[in-house]
């Protein structure tokens, strides 16, 4: 099994910044690819953003390309996720996740593992 802390989440003004982190722990070798996503209220879960353990490749949504900036620490076995420039649509709650294959794509995620969750809110 593996297990994902997220932390971070919290209110910031619109063109403010937050990172959030994801810790891993358990069967960390079992997973390529860990990625973010989030959920507003009424609707539905969506991809954010993605990085594979080995290679550090990465993809996001067009929503956040060029504002959010996802990375990793394989020695402390986290994946970050910059904010900056938020917006209040980006409020939400925010997941990590992992998954045991390779992933490149956008939206191409089909996590076999999540998070609880963060908080994120932002205020105009």
């Known amino acids: 099994q593996v297990q994902l802390v997220e932390s971070g989440g919290g209110l910031v003004q619109a063109g403010g910044s937050l990172r959030l982190s994801c810790a891993a722990s358990g069967r960390t070798f079992s997973f390529y690819t860990m990625g973010w996503f989030r959920q507003a209220p009424g609707k539905e879960r969506e991809f954010v953003a993605l990085?594979?353990?080995?290679?550090?490749?990465?993809a996001y949504a067009d929503s956040v390309k060029g504002r959010f900036t996802i990375s990793r620490d394989r020695a402390k076995n986290t994946v970050y996720l910059q904010m900056n420039t938020l917006k209040p649509e980006d409020t939400a709650v925010y997941y990590c996740s992992a998954e045991g294959r390779v992933r490149t794509n956008p939206n191409s995620m089909k996590p076999d593992y999540w998070g609880q969750g963060t908080q994120v809110t932002v205020s105009s």
């Open positions: 990085i594979t353990w080995s290679g550090g490749t990465t």
